[in-house]
């Protein structure tokens, strides 16, 4: 079951979802798709902006609350989802998007992001993934391969196992799982709109090349295909998980948990909670 959307009556175009702001990203960087992608779902979805959030915490990827045009909430490194996730409770008359990148989802984050998963608010998390500390100059992330040794940071690599965030998400119980690539932004777009419409969490995993520390990921349009089938079945889920090779793009999960999700309270009986407790 998708969620209603409150649509406005008029045309929006992607456009009118750009704050105007020029972004300060790297040339190329695939952070670029991102926010096209976002403001091209936002549009079809005709939601108005002011019923958006946008929630991030620190890094390349998290200023792009900022360049949206909607409520943004930039806080600090690794607590995009616990805010976004008490946003969503307390205004579930909002759209609420939280992003982040690889560090900041997956290692300073992980904990808010295993029980993000569990709880099931209607969160639509998008995870910036290039394997690598772009910001502070590009040391190995949670998803950087033990064998890379291109960082100046870290000469000799790490030997440490990648962080697999789709197989943790189906673990921690999310609903709705997709990767997607920035160098398809109508392919992201659409899974985004998916995502909104989600009536819970939905993760995606997005590989956004970093064209700066990590050069050679300006080859995953060669690399990345299409390739999920997707499923309500976890153990199917799993098997494709196993099977594939980082670069299966698509809806790998979806699972009706409306019966499960958050109960919406009006927004009076809110205040009325909020009044309760004001001294």
């Not at 045009?69 to 995009?80: D, I, L, N, T």
């Not at 932004?185 to 990590?214: D, K, M, V, W, Y």
């Not at 999920?228 to 196993?242: C, H, I, K, S, V």
Request: charged fraction near 20%; glycine fraction near 10%; proline fraction near 8%.
């Amino acid at each position: 079951m998708n969620l209603p959307i409150h649509s406005v009556d008029r045309p929006c175009k992607p456009k009118d979802y750009k704050s105007g702001l020029k972004p300060v990203w790297c040339p190329g960087c695939g952070d670029f798709g991102v926010l096209n992608a976002v403001t091209k779902a936002l549009s079809t979805l005709a939601i108005p902006s002011h019923e958006v959030a946008f929630i991030s915490g620190i890094g390349c990827s998290s200023r792009i609350p900022a360049y949206t045009r909607s409520y943004g909430f930039h806080g600090a490194h690794g607590r995009a989802l616990p805010v976004a996730t008490g946003l969503a409770l307390s205004r579930p008359d909002l759209t609420v998007l939280a992003a982040g990148g690889d560090g900041d989802g997956f290692s300073i984050g992980g904990n808010h992001f295993l029980h993000a998963c569990r709880r099931d608010a209607n969160v639509t998390y998008l995870v910036m993934d290039n394997a690598v500390y772009g910001m502070t100059k590009g040391q190995p992330s949670p998803t950087t391969e033990a064998g890379w040794d291109e960082s100046q940071m870290q000469p000799d690599g790490t030997d440490q196992a990648p962080f697999q965030p789709l197989e943790v998400a189906l673990a921690a119980g999310c609903g709705f799982i997709a990767r997607a690539f920035s160098g398809d932004p109508n392919g992201l777009a659409e899974l985004i709109s998916e995502g909104i419409r989600h009536p819970g969490f939905a993760f995606l995993q997005i590989l956004s090349p970093c064209p700066t520390f990590r050069p050679e990921q300006m080859q995953y349009k060669k690399q990345v295909h299409a390739g999920f089938r997707e499923t309500a079945n976890r153990g199917e889920a799993y098997q494709q998980l196993l099977e594939n090779d980082g670069f299966t793009t698509g809806l790998l999960y979806r699972q009706d948990v409306a019966h499960r999700a958050a109960p919406e309270r009006p927004i009076e009986q809110l205040q009325e909670i909020e009044a309760a407790f004001q001294v």
